[in-house]
């Protein structure tokens, strides 16, 4: 429950602080380019691996009942705000931190690449996107990013960091919450440019996971680049009421550029509907359904 605690202490802080009373400042953002998602579309998607029943939905049911589950979540929204179009998606975590050092020595595993085609197909043959995850344990955003080139050089395929299982080498995966800060997101976004620029693709999406502060460091020298969108999503759990206090001390307090939520199907209790979700300030342009 490391999750909920985290929650429950940043709702403390909120109230001493007086934070939840501050104004909302939006970033100031660049015209999108030709091919950008946001903020024309609402992205909704399920997030996993299919070897495993424990990291999410995408892997804890069986194919054709998560795929049907998801696309009665993207009506779902569609019907809460009807002007803006859903485009559905699989978050896969293509990257999983470990608590054991590995055949690399750095608490992670890759994925096979046939898996990863396969998650890629079951979205693409819907005209959904695919997301990879990437928890890096103890290796670094740029080489497993760079792992990820061949498939993230694809225009229907996008990125998400999870830096939660970001850690130094004295600390193993899980047994502490992690964090990044800009100088890797900007590592991350200069990979996804020189894609785009090199093979011609429309902008690619950046996802940060964060549900503390501590998550990311020095937010604001984050290089936004017009050929990666970059969304912040806030991905704790636990009752309505911290999931808003994290929200605002995770993405209203320091806005990047676009806004997400990540909503949980057994720890939230009860969970946002997608109408209340779209009153946070900021709307979130991204939705994870875990």
């Given at each position: 429950m490391i999750r909920f605690r985290s929650l429950a202490l940043l709702a403390g802080l909120l109230a001493a602080a007086g934070a939840a009373a501050a104004p909302y400042i939006p970033p100031v953002l660049s015209a999108p380019r030709r091919g950008a998602l946001l903020p024309w579309n609402r992205i909704v998607?399920?997030?996993?691996n299919p070897l495993s029943q424990k990291m999410g939905v995408l892997g804890e049911l069986p194919k054709d009942e998560m795929l049907a589950g998801l696309a009665r979540e993207a009506e779902q929204w569609h019907a809460a705000d009807p002007a803006t179009p859903v485009l559905p998606g699989l978050e896969l975590v293509a990257t999983v931190a470990s608590a054991t050092p590995g055949t690399s020595g750095l608490y992670r595993t890759r994925m096979p690449d046939a898996l990863i085609a396969r998650v890629i197909s079951w979205a693409r043959e819907r005209g959904w996107i695919t997301i990879l995850d990437v928890q890096v344990g103890h290796a670094s955003v740029k080489d497993e990013v760079a792992h990820l080139i061949p498939f993230l050089s694809q225009p229907d395929?996008?990125?998400?960091?999870?830096?939660?299982?970001?850690?130094?080498?004295?600390?193993?995966?899980?047994?502490?919450?992690?964090?990044?800060?800009?100088?890797?997101?900007?590592?991350?976004?200069?990979?996804l440019a020189a894609v785009v620029e090199k093979k011609g693709l429309p902008p690619k999406l950046l996802l940060v996971h964060r549900f503390t502060q501590g998550m990311l460091t020095h937010h604001s020298e984050v290089k936004l680049d017009p050929r990666v969108q970059v969304v912040m999503i806030m991905d704790g759990y636990g009752p309505p009421a911290l999931k808003r206090a994290a929200y605002r001390v995770a993405i209203r307090r320091e806005p990047v550029e676009f806004a997400g939520l990540k909503?949980?199907?057994?720890?939230d209790r009860p969970r946002l509907t997608p109408r209340e979700a779209l009153s946070l300030q900021p709307g979130p342009s991204v939705v994870i359904y875990q």
């Open positions: 998607t399920y997030y996993g395929v996008h990125l998400a960091l999870d830096p939660e299982f970001e850690l130094p080498a004295a600390i193993v995966p899980g047994r502490r919450i992690g964090g990044t800060d800009a100088r890797e997101v900007n590592v991350a976004i200069s990979l909503l949980f199907y057994k720890n």
